[in-house]
């Protein structure tokens, strides 16, 4: 399967720990994207990569957030001292150059008890 | 504050019948215009997008008419199937970013 692929699909963990989620992206794909999705709701966008680059952040990704993608291939999102309010699904998705498309990876969701 | 706003929250349409979903933005920015279906505990999938100079994109059963000066899109799924049910989701992008709308749940009754 060539798509979008992210790991660990579901994880839970108790308010205060740390998380962090990887994303591969597309091969070839240079920009890769981070959104998330509560129930109910569209995706948000959180940040994206052009390359290695982080481009833009949404006021969403409060300091407890970061992301890096290093070497311009996968991409990791850490939550630090994870709240309730974190609960979510976090999605990746990755943009080939010069176009326009977005193509989603099938998410992690995380529960925050 | 939704730059997208969709309509309507769900529907059910009968086997065979068109489903109509339409989204209004005010951002004159917004430069592409994509759909996604999403199912449950899936990620969104691109099922088709148009840019602001078209008036109407086909693909197969899923037509998307763009109407530029009213700042207004549409999706229409033409011969609904059982198998189409999921939630659709439009989405407008400027500078890569995509602002969603908040969806419309379609069920197609067999």
């Known amino acids: 399967d060539t798509g979008v692929s992210q790991n660990p699909r579901h994880k839970i963990t108790k308010r205060g720990q740390n998380v962090t989620f990887r994303c591969d992206p597309i091969?070839?794909?240079?920009?890769l994207y981070w959104y998330r999705q509560t129930l109910g709701q569209g995706p948000e966008f959180l940040t994206y990569?052009?390359?290695?680059?982080?481009?833009?952040k949404s006021r969403l990704l409060s300091d407890r957030f970061s992301a890096e993608r290093p070497k311009g291939s996968f991409s990791t999102l850490e939550i630090q001292r994870t709240e309730q309010g974190d609960s979510a699904m976090y999605l990746c998705?990755?943009?080939?150059?010069?176009?326009?498309?977005?193509?989603f990876g099938p998410g992690t969701r995380l529960t925050v008890t | 504050q939704q730059q997208v706003k969709q309509s309507p929250q769900s529907l059910i349409v009968q086997k065979g019948g068109i489903s109509i979903i339409n989204c209004a933005y005010e951002?004159?920015?917004?430069?592409?215009f994509p759909w996604y279906q999403q199912f449950p505990g899936k990620g969104p999938a691109l099922l088709i997008a148009?840019?602001?100079?078209?008036s109407e994109k086909k693909e197969g059963r899923f037509t998307i008419s763009f109407n530029k000066s009213a700042k207004q899109f549409s999706l229409h799924i033409m011969d609904s199937q059982p198998g189409d049910s999921a939630t659709y989701f439009c989405?407008?992008?400027?500078?890569?970013?995509?602002?969603f709308g908040a969806g419309t749940t379609v069920t197609v009754r067999a």
């Open positions: 998705a990755s943009s080939p150059p010069a176009g326009a498309e977005q193509y």
């Open positions: 091969s070839e794909h240079n920009r």
């Open positions: 990569f052009q390359n290695e680059a982080q481009l833009e």
């Open positions: 951002n004159t920015a917004f430069d592409y």
């Open positions: 148009i840019r602001p100079d078209v």
């Open positions: 989405a407008a992008s400027a500078d890569y970013k995509l602002s």
